[in-house]
């Protein structure tokens, strides 16, 4: 069955520290793969994307995210983060066969000054 | 450009009430959906629409149902709702479903007493 897994709930960084933020798909194809940015009372917001061709995907804000087929992943990286990217984080994958869209659980990130 | 909207906003039922949560969209996607976020849980795709006409379910459609009777509407009925249905949900909508970003709305917040 298609599923999304963040393995972590919660994660503190302080400022200007590097991020990775886990994600892993469970899908037989090739997924379709999302990172969305959600802050406090706000909607969600696309990072990035990644459908095919390069694994390693650039975004806003200046995140990037690396394909992994042999891992199932899809995770998100930030050189530097800063105080405004303290936001709930979902990796999200869909199905080229039926459409949908699944969302993994979250990654609540804060940053530390 | 109004993008998605969404109605009400906030809402109050009692246990065994019955409501329908709007969503419009006039920016002509063929794809609309209904998400419920809940703590922890992150996004759990209720039901989903590829089409005017056609409906399918997502991970949770238990208690709801849907309709796409034109492109731009695609209401959420809550038939008897029931207590574990306090969520805030939201409506999103694209051009494909994978293709392109899922635009949001604002959301809305549900408590059933």
């Known amino acids: 069955a298609q599923s999304v897994t963040q393995p972590d709930i919660h994660i503190t960084v302080s400022e200007g520290a590097s991020l990775e933020l886990r994600c892993n798909y469970s899908?037989?194809?090739?997924?379709?793969l999302f990172w969305y940015v959600q802050s406090p009372g706000q909607g969600l917001q696309l990072l990035l994307k990644?459908?095919?061709?390069?694994?390693l995907v650039q975004g806003i804000k200046g995140f990037e995210a690396e394909f992994k087929r042999s891992q199932s992943s899809f995770n998100l990286r930030k050189p530097s983060v800063h105080w405004s990217d303290a936001a709930e984080y979902f990796c999200?994958?869909?199905?080229?066969?039926?459409?949908?869209?699944?969302f993994g659980q979250g990654t609540t990130l804060q940053v530390k000054p | 450009n109004a993008g998605v909207t969404q109605t009400p906003k906030f809402q109050v039922l009692k246990t065994g009430q019955s409501m329908t949560l709007q969503c419009a969209q006039d920016m002509n996607h063929e794809y609309m959906s209904w998400y419920r976020q809940d703590p922890g849980m992150g996004l759990r795709l209720i039901h989903y629409s590829v089409g005017a006409g056609i409906t399918d379910q997502g991970e949770v459609p238990n208690g709801y149902n849907v309709s796409r009777s034109t492109t731009e509407d695609f209401p959420l009925r809550l038939l008897s709702a029931a207590p574990s249905q306090t969520s805030v949900y939201f409506c999103?909508?694209?051009?494909?479903?994978?293709?392109?970003?899922?635009?949001f709305g604002s959301g809305t917040q549900l408590s059933v007493l």
């Open positions: 999103a909508s694209s051009s494909g479903p994978l293709n392109e970003k899922l635009f």
């Open positions: 899908y037989g194809a090739t997924p379709y």
């Open positions: 999200a994958s869909g199905s080229s066969n039926t459409g949908k869209l699944i």
């Open positions: 990644y459908f095919s061709g390069d694994t």
